[in-house]
């Protein structure tokens, strides 16, 4: 069964407007989580890593303060898209790495579209 | 040059065909080599991993790492059309967090 899941799989929201996403890890505790994002027929491009109690780490090019992550847990992570705009819509996809393991598990992923 | 390279295809074959997927790499440290699935729309699938060299197999899916080429392989047997789908490699070191991803390659079988 999943072990990471998102909340919610599809949004659609006004130019202006922030969004949260969420990101929780079903019965394991999680030491990093991952947050990408994917335009159609595209690679995943990796946007931030967070640590449980810390702060994260943007890739280059990802502005902080428009995507605002917060790992308020071991088992939840959230994504805040800031004052979206039509080009911020894409397919959102978070990733953790559960305690005790080496792999990456991925979440079904968030669909926003910004009107 | 990335540090994973993988054939975006498309690659199309028959149904019943065996597959084989690819991925070469340049970092000698990397030690766990994943292959996830991603269906259309969906998050990637955990499709199989394996440490160090050698080869895993799980049903039709056998997973084979050469270090000493650095190359990887995903073989699926009897491919189904719901194997449909983008396949991505994946590598790292030991207790290094992310993962490096190939880019994708996108597998159609048809019926």
């Known amino acids: 069964g999943a072990v990471v899941s998102q909340h919610p799989s599809w949004v659609i929201c006004k130019s202006g407007t922030s969004v949260k996403i969420e990101c929780r890890s079903l019965?394991?505790?999680?030491?990093?989580m991952f947050w990408y994002r994917q335009f159609p027929k595209q690679s995943l491009m990796l946007m931030a890593t967070?640590?449980?109690?810390?702060?994260?780490?943007?890739e280059q090019g990802v502005e902080k303060d428009k995507f605002l992550i917060n790992h308020a847990s071991l088992t939840l992570s959230t994504l805040t898209v800031t004052s979206a705009h039509p080009e911020d819509s894409s397919f959102y996809i978070c990733?953790?790495?559960?305690?005790?393991?080496?792999?990456?598990?991925f979440g079904p992923g968030t669909r926003l579209l910004v009107l | 040059q990335k540090e994973v390279e993988q054939d975006p295809g498309p690659l199309s074959v028959p149904e019943g065909a065996i597959v084989s997927l690819n991925c070469t790499y340049s970092?000698?440290?990397?030690?766990?080599f994943m292959w996830y699935r991603q269906y259309s729309r969906k998050g990637p699938e955990l499709l199989m991993y394996?440490?160090?060299?050698g080869n895993k197999e799980d049903g039709r899916f056998t997973a084979q790492v050469d270090k000493s080429s650095k190359y990887i392989s995903l073989f699926i047997r009897d491919s189904q059309p719901s194997d449909s789908a983008t396949y991505l490699c994946?590598?790292?070191?030991?207790?290094?967090?992310?993962?490096?991803f190939g880019d994708g390659t996108t597998l159609t079988v048809k019926p």
């Open positions: 967070s640590n449980e109690g810390s702060k994260a780490t943007y």
């Open positions: 019965d394991f505790q999680a030491t990093t």
């Open positions: 994946a590598m790292k070191r030991t207790n290094a967090g992310k993962s490096t």
């Open positions: 970092n000698s440290a990397f030690q766990y």
């Open positions: 990733s953790a790495i559960l305690r005790g393991k080496e792999t990456q598990y």
């Open positions: 394996t440490y160090s060299s």
